[in-house]
């Protein structure tokens, strides 16, 4: 294989690995750009979405699309809970308290997900098929296929909700300004809710199309990690920015392991996007799509 | 004489309230004020008077800085409001111009104006006010696509009250629109609002530190200090008060009086000469 098939190769599978980071990236910007909230328990909220689907589909023997309807609709549930009982109570605190308090729920589920639904490792079969398409020099698994077709159309969803529709401009001013956004009547708690729902949601897909990538179990949660860097680098409150940090972060990740680990005999793919996260928290904290804080002098 | 009464039936009326932050700390004692349908009342005060208070008693944004009304009554055409919320009186037909020209930053100009137009169902109506924003602002036109933190002071102020139209309020309660503006501005500010008031109907109560200005487009006026009204009358008839003159329009007619004795105690207590 020649070096240049070598390095499309890469890139190819950078590239849909990428989009599937943005998928989850996603969930957190929604949660950010509409309530300032920081969510470290992105990663746990997948996992949990993934044991829930599992479940159904290898414990409870539900059909797969019942199983990722419950995915989905506890998911959605969840988040309106959480807002309602957790997080309403935080806003106007500081915002550590939102960190700590999404730190905690993480270990929470991270514990209550095996603790009440299974444990061990479960797969998570979809009925698409394993071997992967050879078009070329390119390899790609059909499951990363249809992650990236995922990812691509909710972002483009989502894009078109906050950009294009009353309530998502609705939702931006409540992001932008909660005060003036009661002033103009507007239900500031009610999209509270309704972001954490929307999280749930993509993390819900998620959890489906990494669960079955990496199997089921505790561990799912640590794709999460990879939300920092995707978020840092897009900017935390961009959903094209979800897409960019997260093309980045995706190649990245294959380039490194290409061409570095070879010479150091491995794992500088888990954290090649950390090197990037810091060095693009020195250059540009918002992020390359973020919202800059608007001065006036 | 009995506030704003005379001209037509009062759109609100705000009956002797008192209003305590955090449970403990007391803001407003005794507020009345009315404003008549159609009318333009003004309600002028010092920094830290407790007009911002008393618009938000009304709006009832004063909950979310956990404030609260704990005694009196805000009426909306004889119906109580001051246990509603926000969102409530919106629908109801009053909004707030909040203090300090509050645009959302990030959002564009014509997107702020579509978050007025939130407590109204029809779509096609709100796109179709959109125009009518325009035709009062068309400074805004211009800038419909630009994000509205890089707008000028003066163009804010413009969207936030064009936002507050979008509402099709009944009543606007506007809170310090002169604030760091230039005098030129200002004027033009005053008479776009003034135009509203004519020939959209909409009733205003503007709380102003400016009160050359506010009492030359209002018809009656109302002062605080320390949370109290402390003089209401006609906007001639205050605007010729010798207090106010001298206060607040800085005409001085001062060297006529050497002794503080027979000055009022509102009078006595000013820090707002400065």
């Known amino acids: 294989m020649g070096d240049w098939q070598f390095t499309v190769l890469l890139l190819s599978n950078g590239v849909l690995i990428g989009l599937m980071y943005s998928l989850i990236a996603l969930g957190f910007v929604l949660v ?48 309106f809970a959480l807002e309602r009982v957790m997080l309403r109570r935080l806003i106007g605190r500081p915002v550590i308290a939102v960190v700590m308090a999404t730190i905690g729920l993480a270990s929470i589920l991270r514990g209550v997900g095996p603790f009440t639904i299974f444990s061990g490792t479960k797969p998570l079969p979809l009925p698409i098929r394993e071997e992967p398409f050879l078009v070329g020099p390119l390899f790609i698994p059909p499951i990363q296929l249809l992650g990236a077709g995922v990812s691509i159309g909710f972002l483009a969803a989502f894009g078109w909700f906050f950009l294009k529709s009353r309530k998502g401009i609705a ?36 959890g489906v199309l990494w669960g079955n990538l990496l199997g089921v179990d505790v561990n799912l949660a640590l794709v999460g990690f990879k939300v920092f860097p995707v978020v840092i680098l897009g900017g935390l409150d961009s959903i094209p920015g979800a897409i960019v940090g997260g093309l980045i972060v995706g190649i990245v990740e294959n380039m490194a392991a290409g061409y570095i680990d070879p010479y150091v005999g491995g794992g500088t793919k888990d954290f090649a996007p950390y090197v990037l996260m810091i060095a693009a928290l020195m250059v540009r904290p918002y992020g390359i799509f973020g919202k800059k804080i608007i001065e006036r002098i | 004489m009995s506030a704003g009464n005379g001209m037509s039936r009062p759109i609100l009326s705000v009956n002797n309230i008192e209003v305590i932050y955090d449970h403990v700390i007391l803001v407003l004692r005794g507020v009345s004020l009315r404003v008549p349908e159609g009318g333009i009342v003004a309600l002028l005060g010092a920094n830290g008077a407790g007009k911002s208070t008393t618009l938000k008693a009304i709006s009832g944004l004063l909950r979310t800085e956990r404030g609260d009304v704990t005694k009196g009554s805000v009426e909306l055409l004889g119906e109580p409001i001051h246990r509603k919320d926000p969102g409530e009186v919106v629908r109801r037909g009053i909004v707030q111009v909040m ?22 169902c029809e779509n096609a109506a709100a796109r179709k006010d959109l125009d009518l924003v325009y035709t009062y602002f068309p400074r805004l036109v211009e800038r419909r696509g630009f994000k509205a933190g890089y707008i000028s002071g003066g163009e804010q102020q413009m969207l936030a009250i064009g936002r ?40 205003l109560l503007l709380a102003e530190q400016n009160a050359t200005i506010a009492l030359r487009f209002a018809q009656y006026g109302y002062v605080m200090e320390s949370g109290r009204i402390v003089l209401d009358g006609d906007a001639k008839t205050i605007s010729e008060n010798e207090d106010i003159k001298e206060f607040y329009l800085g005409l001085t007619g001062v060297g006529q009086r050497k002794s503080y004795r027979d000055v009022k105690h509102y009078r006595r207590r000013k820090r707002w000469l400065s």
Do not use: C
């Not at chain 2, 203090?99 to 109204?120: D, I, M, S």
């Not at chain 2, 629109?177 to 135009?195: D, K, W």
């Open chain 2, 99 to 120: 203090e300090g020209r509050h645009v959302f930053e990030h959002l564009t100009v014509e997107e702020n104006l579509l978050t007025g137009a939130y407590t109204r």
């Open chain 2, 164 to 203: 507050a139209l979008m509402a099709r309020p009944k009543l606007m309660l506007l809170d310090e629109p002169s604030m760091g503006l230039a005098p030129m501005l200002v004027q033009e500010i005053f008479e776009i609002v003034s135009r509203l008031n004519r020939e959209e109907g909409v009733s």
């Open chain 1, 171 to 206: 939702m931006r001013a409540v992001a932008d300004n909660q005060q003036v956004a009661l002033a103009m009547g507007i239900n500031v708690e009610r999209y509270f809710g309704v972001a954490w729902a929307m999280t749930g949601i993509v993390s819900a897909l998620g």
């Open chain 1, 32 to 79: 950010y750009k509409a309530t300032d909230a920081i969510n470290f328990a992105q990663g746990e909220f997948v996992m949990i979405s993934g044991f829930v689907a599992a479940a159904g589909l290898m414990v409870w023997g539900t059909p797969l699309w019942l199983a990722v309807a419950l995915a989905l609709g506890g998911m959605i549930v969840l988040g």
